[in-house]
């Protein structure tokens, strides 16, 4: 189905894979039963590598060998919230419960794991910079956390709207940090050089934004839970831009691929979306069939995305080729 005009909405069912040749998701069910697989990363290699929320578990899926390994993580019931790679190929990861912040080595297959200063701080979401640092919230410690591996040594910077509840966190190439308050309804810019936190009210009152990402030419997008938008903020003109969801529901996790293009899961709506800033059309995509709840959303080199999916207890893959061809020419 198409519409044309400033939104475009396609609704694309699995059974429709027919039109393009090859079936255009595919899944990989867990290799340990209610693993909740969740928070999605794609090395440079294109393994990936998601968190199993509910057995404690780091795990890589090589796309090649179509292969599951899985990691148990040190710390017992540690509670997995977010990873992210760093460019040497460690997978780092924060764990709410035990409130600490843990690096995997692949190449030795060890983990190290760091207490946060901040007590009972709930480390939320993670993100590492150009130079190796990482970053990570703290949603009751109203604090933006930062590591040093080379050093070992934490920073922790205190969130100026008290009870802020920061979520989403992102890192530019000029040295800032960007930040999601969910609480707090605004949107925190951290300036590393100076440890000054600049905030932005968000264009809508109670938003509960929650991820948060950053495109190529350093636009920032997150979602507008309130609004039912994908909202992008442009950094130097200090202004928001609100897209709302064709299907006026809600996103949950948000990455954008080396085009530009926007990608998110929609919360407990059982489909994946797709945004292209060119032309601000949207596509939606129904999971498979039945009840779907996708977590995290990652795009490799090719051009596929990964995604897990708590419900069905599997990652999916939908291929980037069956996408390109839903969009109009």
């Known amino acids: 189905m198409r519409i044309v005009g400033f939104l475009r909405f ?4 699995v ?3 027919s039109v393009w040749g090859a079936e255009p998701f595919q899944t990989y069910a867990m290799p340990t039963p209610h693993a909740l697989p969740a928070r999605v990363a794609v090395d440079k290699a294109n393994d990936v590598w998601f968190i199993e929320v509910n057995t404690n578990k780091l795990a890589k899926f090589n796309p090649a060998t179509e292969s599951f390994t899985e990691f148990d993580l040190p710390t ?5 919230a977010d990873l992210t790679l760093d460019d040497a ?5 924060v764990e709410q419960d035990a409130n600490q912040l843990g690096v995997f080595d692949p190449a030795s297959k060890s983990f190290k794991e760091y207490d946060i200063p901040t007590i009972e701080s709930s480390p939320l979401r993670i ?7 990482i970053w990570f919230t703290q949603f009751y410690g109203n604090k933006i956390g930062m590591f040093d591996p080379l050093s070992e040594r934490f920073e922790e910077y205190d969130i100026p709207t008290p009870d802020a509840r920061p979520v989403g966190i992102v890192a ?5 940090v960007w930040f999601i308050e969910n609480r707090g309804n605004k949107l925190g810019r951290l300036d590393v050089a100076t440890g000054k936190i600049l905030e932005y009210p968000m264009p809508n009152p109670f938003e509960s934004a929650m991820d948060i990402a950053i495109d190529r030419l350093g636009y920032i997008w997150f979602s507008g839970d309130k609004g039912r938008s994908l909202v992008m903020f442009d950094p130097v003109a200090e202004k928001f831009e609100s897209f709302p969801v064709p299907s006026r529901a809600s996103m949950d996790s948000l990455t954008v691929d080396a085009e530009g293009k926007v990608f998110f899961t929609i919360r407990d709506a059982s489909k ?6 060119k032309t601000k059309e949207f596509i939606e995509l129904k999971v498979g069939l039945g009840e779907s709840k996708p977590r995290g959303i990652a795009v490799d080199g090719a051009g596929d995305v990964w995604f897990g999916d708590i419900k069905q207890d599997v990652l999916f893959k939908v291929r980037g080729d069956a996408l390109s061809k839903l969009w109009m020419q």
Do not use: I, T
């Open 15 to 17: 059974v429709a894979s």
């Open 76 to 80: 017992y019931r540690c509670f997995p």
């Open 272 to 277: 994946v979306g797709v945004f292209n800033p």
């Open 127 to 133: 993100a590492a910079d150009a130079s190796g640092k």
């Open 10 to 13: 396609v609704l694309f069912l």
């Open 172 to 176: 530019d190439y000029k040295g800032r």
């Open 89 to 93: 190929g460690r997978v780092w990861f």
